[in-house]
């Protein structure tokens, strides 16, 4: 090896490293009015490479849009036919056309990107290469389970791990935090049993809840849906369990947290209701 071989070899070692480009989505379905049935579901990203401060600004416009979601229409009861069709029917094919919105966004473009790079002019002219990763997505509990195809509180609950609800008056414990661990969700295990019921129901004519489908699925509260994330990055080490983290809006302002501070309440009341007025002064 030759002296300059070796010296460029090391100025490439110590160069700066390429940019990865840290991304963070939200949804959310949002009823528009009091009365009727308006309704939106938006998806929305961040770039983790901003400042969090920067992030909490509305002024800096720091959110982009990604998406509207679609739901079914209602005149996808008159065409599928009102005879053998129930509930399960319909959040299945809720979900499945759930998951085909994200493939369509999760496509080959993004794909080629998240692999190999993609090309970007900064604002200081300089082209970069960017290598795109999904780092987080929140959504409340209901979302939250149609992103990971868990059924909503099914026998295990956690779209992270496979503690049954039998074990969540555990929660916190050391025995706790090491069961989340050694349950964690495997998605290789998830696509096979998925890859079997799809069997039973499209090929051999089998309900989405028949026995054979439950049996299968049931145990670890997998639903018969093909995951959009699994499917289209799976091949690249993505986990999307790995990515859902917690909806602090609704899983603790309006949902942990509201419900601690009535409970809050109600002892106070309950020792001396005057105590409330002194609370409310402080």
């Known amino acids: 090896m030759s002296v300059a071989f070796y010296n460029a070899y090391s100025d490439l070692q110590e160069s700066p490293g390429e940019p990865g480009s840290g991304l963070m989505f939200w949804s959310d379905a949002t009823q528009l009015t009091s009365f009727g049935n308006a309704k939106l579901w938006p998806t929305y990203m961040y770039f983790s490479n901003e400042s ?19 739901t079914l229409p209602d005149s996808f009861k008159d065409f599928s036919g009102t005879k053998g069709i129930n509930s399960k029917f319909t959040t299945h094919c809720c979900r499945e056309f759930f998951h085909e919105q994200w493939k369509t966004l999760l496509d080959d473009q993004f794909l080629e990107a998240y692999e190999h790079r993609i090309v970007i002019i900064c604002c200081n002219s300089i082209p970069c290469r960017f290598y795109p990763r999904i780092f987080t997505y929140s959504a409340d509990y209901p979302e939250k389970v149609l992103v990971a195809t868990v ?14 609800k039998e074990w969540i008056q555990n929660m916190g414990m050391p025995q706790d935090r090491t069961q989340r661990i050694t349950l964690r969700r495997d998605d290789e295990r998830r696509r096979m049993m998925v890859s079997e019921a799809h069997s039973l129901i499209y090929e051999q004519n089998y309900g989405v809840g028949s026995a054979a489908v439950e049996h299968i699925l049931k145990s670890q509260s997998w639903v018969p849906t093909s995951n959009a994330f699994s499917d289209r990055l799976n091949h690249l080490g993505f986990i999307i369990f790995h990515v859902l983290v917690v909806d602090l809006l609704h899983e603790f302002e309006i949902g942990i947290w509201k419900m601690l501070f009535k409970h809050l309440l109600r002892i106070i009341s309950a020792h001396d209701k005057s105590l409330i007025n002194t609370l409310d002064q402080r």
């Open 52 to 70: 969090k401060y920067r992030c909490c600004k509305p002024s800096c416009n720091l959110s982009n849009h990604v998406a509207y979601f679609e």
């Open 151 to 164: 059924r909503n509180l099914g026998g295990c609950p956690c779209p992270r791990c496979l503690i049954p």
